[in-house]
Every structure is written in C-alpha cells, then in structure tokens.
C-alpha cells in the first residue's frame, strides 16, 4: 500500500545555506523548497560552473508558493540536467553585454519543468521538455523562451508579456524539433513564436494554440514570422486560433 499522493524527497530546504549544502551532497537528488531561496553561484565559468552543481537534481516546491532565484555569471553557463516543478524561477544572473541579442543569461541544458512560472526571459539546448509552465517576460526586447539548439516540446504553456517564443540557429548550434502544443500566447511586441535561422533539417509544429492580442509582425501574422522560408524546412502550423 502507498500514499499516490505522497511527495518524496531526500531533503527539505528552507534557507539558502541549506539549498548549497543539498546541491553539494551528490546523494541528495530530489531537493523540496519551502520558501523562497537564492543560489548565488558566483563568477566561475564553464567546466568550473558552480551552476552544475544543479546537474542531475530535481528541485520543485512545496507549498506551490515557493521560489528559487538564481544568481552568478549565467551566459555560457547553463544549468544542465536538472528538474523544476511546482515553483517560481527568478533570474538575477548576470553576463556579457549582449546589446545585439534579444534574450537574458539563464540558460538550461536538457530542462524538464512542469508548473513552473519562469518570471522573465530563459534560454534552451538540449533535449528539454515543458509541461503547464508559464513564461512572463516584461523586457521589452527579451524573448520569454529563445530555443538555441536540440529538441524542446512545449505542452499546455503561457506565454505572456513582451515577446514570446524564438527559435535560432547560432553559432553552429542546430536546433533539431520544436513542438508547440495547446500553449497560450499573450504577448505585445511580436507574433507568438519568431523563427530566426533554420537549416532544412529542422521540424517546427505549432498546433492546438491561442495567440490573444499578439502583434502581425513585419510579415502580418499573428502566429508566426520567420527570417527563414519555411518551406525550406519542415513547417507544420494547425488548428490555432488568433483573437
């Protein structure tokens, strides 16, 4: 016999010293918040990241009121592997100065998150997989999620504020399947998904979703634009609606 609404975890945190010291102990993979906590992983970088110390763990909330803010050196600096539920993700980090980009310096490898709400602008490689999470970016020239590379699916999300979705290709990256699924969008700068440059051997599906209030774009669509012909990859748009 089992409680099926029982939640496991190896450790329950409720201050920021006490989340270090479960990102520290490698036995520790399951991590509940109650509160609100920082991690603050400094200026190291790549192989050395403090921000990996995060890889392999699941962190969620447990009240669903709960918070965690990540702080440090965030561009190139990725939080890889790691498992978000039921909690809000603040972004202090700080990077590069990116005037020319339009996106923040949160960055996630191989993300699964599901009753996340991210609270401004994040971005993805990797295989990564969101489930009823809500994006709410108020940088105007930010995007809420910029999807560098790998395979992400987008399942039953809310997109709201500036600028929603964008999918590009940089500096060799390859972005293999994107998948958009039941998702809302409410966002007042652009349509709801901008596809940057795409080679022919990436799948765009856009399906089942609302674009409330988007923007036409340069090319007068409230669903999509695109810098690359999308008949030149394979694009597949069904079944939405535009209020």
Known sequence: DYDADAVYYDTLVTTD?????????????????DGDVTYDWG????????????????????????????????????????TLKNITVYDETEGDNEGSWEHGHLEFVSLKAEKVEFANSIMLSGNSVLTDCTLNNQVASWYGLWINAG?????????????????????????????????????????????????????VTIEDCEFNGCQPGDQNKYIYESDTDVTTFKFVETNNTVK
């Open 43 to 82: 200026g190291d970088s790549y192989a050395n990241s403090k921000a990996l110390l995060m890889k392999g763990k699941t962190i969620f909330g447990l009240n669903g009121n709960d918070s965690v803010t990540f702080k440090g050196y965030g561009s190139a600096n990725p939080i890889t592997d790691v």
């Open 151 to 203: 395979t992400t699916i987008l399942k039953d999300c809310e997109f709201k504020g500036t600028r929603a979705v964008k999918i590009h290709e940089a500096y060799g990256s390859n972005v293999d399947s994107v998948i958009i699924e039941g998702c809302y969008f409410e966002c007042s700068e652009k349509p709801g998904v901008v596809i940057g440059d795409l080679d022919a051997s990436t799948v």
């Open 17 to 33: 010293e006490e989340f270090l010291e479960a990102l520290n102990d490698t036995d520790v993979k399951y991590i509940a918040i």
